[in-house]
């Protein structure tokens, strides 16, 4: 039972660089979303998607792209990486954001270093 | 916009110590969530609250809706349960935040 499942675990990219990151659920959940979470703050929500084929920002967007690619599958892309993206990015899913009982279910986050 | 806030920030205890991380919210909320952030950086949800009181296993969880406050109460605490844990709420009808996190409270048991 694999959950929520990211790709890579770290990267270390420079300045300027692109990168995808990867997150697949098989849990048959609704809606996905990607954090980042950053030293003393709270976990801040940079896209979600509520369901397939819709897509839409959270908090802190800036930088960032994302593809919900098909119900499972929810990609975060950082076209040109810069050190203030570097954090530790979390990819979640749950059944249905309408919900209020839906949990979230995460995945084990990727480390990211921009130099 | 709703603000999380918990105390303590840091908490070192003693196994077997009875354990109480709090978590307060500004504004009114559906939903109130409590995870667990393993050291290896995973992050588990314990439960999800709207009213009353939940337990599992040594772990309590209460909400005062009244007092936008909640508490996580730990029993007989274990190493194990070193840990950093994250109150999560839930505002209504903001599907797009869908939740606000608080900081995070950092849990370490001694033995």
């Known amino acids: 039972n694999a959950g929520v499942t990211q790709t890579p675990k770290f990267q270390v990219l420079k300045t300027g660089q692109s990168m995808t990151l990867q997150c697949a659920q098989d849990m048959n959940h609704n809606s996905m979303y990607w954090y980042r979470q950053d030293p003393g703050m709270g976990l801040r929500l940079i896209y979600y998607s509520a369901s397939e084929g819709t897509t839409d920002k959270g908090e802190v967007p800036n930088g960032y792209n994302v593809s919900r690619l098909n119900k499972r599958e929810f990609s975060l892309r950082l076209e040109s990486a810069a050190p203030s993206q570097t954090s530790v990015y979390f990819c979640a899913s749950s059944e249905r954001a309408e919900s209020a009982g839906s949990p979230l279910h995460f995945g084990n986050g990727t480390r990211l270093t921009v130099t | 916009k709703n603000e999380v806030e918990q105390s303590p920030q840091n908490l070192t205890a003693q196994e077997g110590e009875f354990i109480t991380i709090n978590c307060s919210y500004s504004?009114?909320?559906?939903?109130l969530h409590w995870l667990q952030q393993h050291p290896g950086g995973g992050i588990v949800s314990l439960f999800m609250l709207s009213s009353g009181k939940k337990k599992h296993g040594r772990l309590i969880a209460t909400i005062n809706i009244q007092e936008k406050h909640s508490s996580l109460h730990i029993t007989a605490s274990h190493p194990r349960d070193s840990a950093v844990y994250i109150c999560a709420v839930r505002p209504p009808h903001n599907y797009g935040q869908n939740f606000v996190f608080g900081p995070g409270t950092r849990l370490s048991v001694l033995p």
């Open positions: 504004v009114g909320i559906s939903a």
